[in-house]
């Protein structure tokens, strides 16, 4: 029998929930970092889950200084490439764009996300740019997909990266270095960075006002229904407001874990592949990261990490970790 009396669940603060533009997080905010200057996000392919035991570096913790068994989400990193910069203005309405720079050999299997002209000049749009009036500079990457086997598209995603640290002409000049090359998740992060991890969740498709808001089942004495609100809201005004929990779109929306602990970075694969392969996504062949706690998303999905917005917790620099499991996840 349902409790009658408990305080309703489910956060208001996602309203509306509706679906996502699309598979690749939106990134609206960044960090301002005082190292640098560096790329501040990366984006990663989602493995799985596994677990394993590291030595606990909170100091005030009752397990301080001994084992524990933690949940870990293992995320391959392939390289990406830095295909543009992207140099921004500020005005009164914000950020507004000034103009772009190419790489000069682009990735073909970009063509499979926009058109790609057949020549330009990389020199020339250097000389368009004014220099002085640039506030803000952000790289155009692309993911590779197509060397993740877990990952069944070779179609790569494009998404811009804050150039963060140091000053804006550092920040230029850090851009003109990294321009048509490849960067690996260690030109981001190091082992112990906390960061936030963006992503697509799961989606469920349309669901009923307990399952999509957790609001309570109503006493079984109700006459009509049991899984249904009690109230659509007052009289006045005539309209329903946003507030009210009703059925509709669950899942498939953007979210962000805040302050996940980096506890190994690695580049062979092999290390962290449990047997027979993760499941539904196969072997992990490209450097990988592990993190602490689970992330949003379901596996195969592209999430993005970047350095944290409000950062809490103690100082790692390396985290030490004793046991990886690799034992089969087969009918787990």
Request: hydrophobic share 30%.
């Amino acid at each position: 029998m349902p409790e009658k009396h408990h305080p309703r669940r489910g956060s208001m603060g996602y309203s509306p929930r509706k679906r996502a533009q699309g598979m690749t997080p939106k990134i609206r905010a960044w960090a301002d970092i005082e190292e640098g200057p560096k790329l501040q996000g990366f984006p990663g392919f989602k493995a799985g889950m596994t677990h394993g035991f590291v030595v606990d570096y909170r100091p005030t913790s009752t397990t301080s200084g001994q084992e524990i068994r933690v949940p870990i989400t293992v995320v391959e990193v392939p390289p990406v490439t830095v295909c543009g910069l992207r140099f921004y203005t500020e005005t009164h309405d914000g950020f507004k764009t000034m103009g772009e720079v190419w790489s000069k050999n682009v990735n073909p299997l970009l063509k499979k996300r926009l058109p790609l002209p057949k020549s330009f000049d990389t020199d020339k749009m250097w000389k368009k740019i004014d220099i002085e009036k640039v506030d803000e500079i952000r790289s155009i990457v692309h993911t590779h997909p197509e060397k993740v086997s877990g990952v069944p598209t070779k179609k790569p995603d494009i998404m811009e990266i804050r150039i963060g640290g140091g000053t804006i002409q550092e920040r230029i000049d850090k851009g003109k270095e990294i321009l048509g090359k490849e960067l690996n998740y260690n030109d981001f992060a190091q082992e112990g960075d906390m960061i936030d991890v963006s992503g697509i969740t799961k989606g469920k498709g349309t669901q009923g006002h307990v399952k999509r808001w957790g609001v309570k089942i109503l006493d079984h004495k109700n006459s009509k229904s049991r899984r249904n609100i009690g109230t659509t809201g007052v009289f006045i005004p005539g309209y329903i407001r946003p507030t009210v929990p009703q059925a509709g779109q669950t899942g498939f929306h953007q979210r962000t874990e805040y302050n996940k602990r980096v506890l190994k970075i690695g580049t062979k694969g092999e290390e962290v592949t449990p047997k027979g392969g993760f499941v539904n996504y196969g072997i992990v062949n490209n450097p990988y990261v592990l993190l602490h706690g689970s992330v949003p998303g379901t596996i195969k999905r592209t999430i993005f990490m970047k350095d944290p917005l409000r950062k809490v917790g103690v100082e790692v620099k390396e985290p030490k970790m004793t046991y990886i499991s690799t034992e089969s996840k087969q009918g787990v």
